[in-house]
């Protein structure tokens, strides 16, 4: 069964009903239940666990500590191409958008290859829009091959591929995929997402798992958070982490929790989510999926994201930039147009820093590629 097919079932579920029928009791026997299932998963999201949020924290400090000690891996994305073909209300690189587009060449990709490993990064994530055209897989491909000369894991966090692009990618030494279904309500999916391949709702959802059987060392997942009911987004979210924790045992599962960031002055999110739904969701997830890993990016401000730390977040970005060649070649170019605005602007070292005060080891290399 593809989680397609589980994903129809929680679609006709009355899940904002079921939130709302929890007891204080329910929460409290799911936060000391040893293994959890789908309903103690909601009742941790309901509005009956904002009561229990300190509870929640300790249990899911308890666990992160027990699964993964004081290690926080870190890493930084590198900006290949801007060109998009979709036309994503929420994003900075959408095609309707009048822009001064760039994708890099290999020798711009070694120029800011070679800086951002200057700084002692060893994982690199790389992005691209979404054109085929601009960005190819081939050229995605000899890109993953020269990066390699510099990092010691690759990911790729690009447009939606078929299960042989994605073994393509492996066999280059692209070890890691991350890809957000953006919102898992199709009608808002389809609403947010008017034109482009990307338009494609099943063959999206179906990514991660054609990533998960093509060799990918580690496959992360997300939604972005506001355009939609949090509690409905991240209970989908923790179910497909969970379908492709059992069905890939062999593969890193992980999630990202990105709220949605200003693309211009006057956009404002469908939906809000607070700094106390992030504690809530993070929680959650931590005490539902022990093993999970939690990716916390830089759209999250400085004194939030050291405050996360201990309840669950086993991963960071740090030095971001979401301009092409933002480290280099577009370092400081103003008209160089962001996909969306960061709110962390630490370095490398500061965030290293702040780690060691709290007394957790930054890694910067976890494994190496043999070939």
Request: with cysteine; proline share 3%; net charge neutral.
């Amino acid at each position: 069964m593809s989680f397609h097919e589980r994903y129809l079932e929680y679609r006709d579920m009355d899940l904002a009903g079921t939130f709302d029928g929890f007891s204080s009791a329910d929460v409290s026997r799911s936060i000391n239940r040893g293994r959890l299932d789908m309903m103690n998963f909601a009742a941790l999201l309901s509005g009956a666990a904002a009561l229990h949020i300190e509870d929640m924290a300790g249990k899911a400090h308890e666990i992160t500590l027990r699964h993964f000690g004081r290690a926080m891996q870190l890493y930084t994305p590198i900006y290949l191409s801007d060109h998009c073909d979709n036309q994503c209300a929420y994003c900075g690189f959408s095609a309707k958008n009048n822009l001064e587009r760039r994708t890099l060449s290999m020798d711009d990709i070694g120029r800011e290859a070679g800086f951002i490993a200057s700084k002692g990064f060893k994982h690199i994530l790389i992005l691209t829009g979404e054109s085929r055209k601009e960005a190819p897989v081939a050229y995605i491909k000899e890109g993953v091959k020269l990066l390699r000369k510099y990092f010691d894991s690759i990911s790729i966090e690009i447009y939606a591929l078929s299960q042989s692009e994605y073994s393509g990618l492996a066999a280059e030494g692209a070890d890691g995929l991350t890809i957000y279904q953006e919102v898992y309500d199709e009608s808002i999916y389809s609403a947010m997402h008017p034109s482009g391949p990307k338009r494609d709702y099943i063959f999206r959802l179906g990514a991660p798992e054609r990533g998960a059987s093509s060799g990918m060392r580690s496959v992360n997942i997300g939604a972005l958070l506001g355009l939609n009911d949090w509690r409905k987004e991240i209970f989908i979210l923790g179910m497909h982490a969970k379908y492709l924790q059992d069905r890939y045992p062999d593969v890193e599962i992980g999630v990202s929790v990105p709220r949605l960031r200003p693309i211009t002055k006057d956009y404002h999110n469908p939906f809000e989510v607070s700094d106390r739904d992030m504690v809530q969701i993070i929680v959650s997830l931590r005490i539902f999926l022990p093993r999970l890993g939690i990716s916390l990016s830089t759209r999250e401000g400085r004194a939030l994201r050291e405050n996360l730390i201990p309840l669950g977040i086993t991963r960071m970005s740090a030095e971001s930039t979401t301009r092409v060649g933002g480290h280099t070649i577009n370092a400081g170019n103003n008209n160089a147009s962001p996909q969306f605005e960061i709110k962390d602007h630490s370095g490398l070292e500061e965030v290293i820093q702040m780690l060691e005060r709290k007394g957790y080891q930054a890694v910067l290399k976890d494994w190496v590629q043999i070939f």
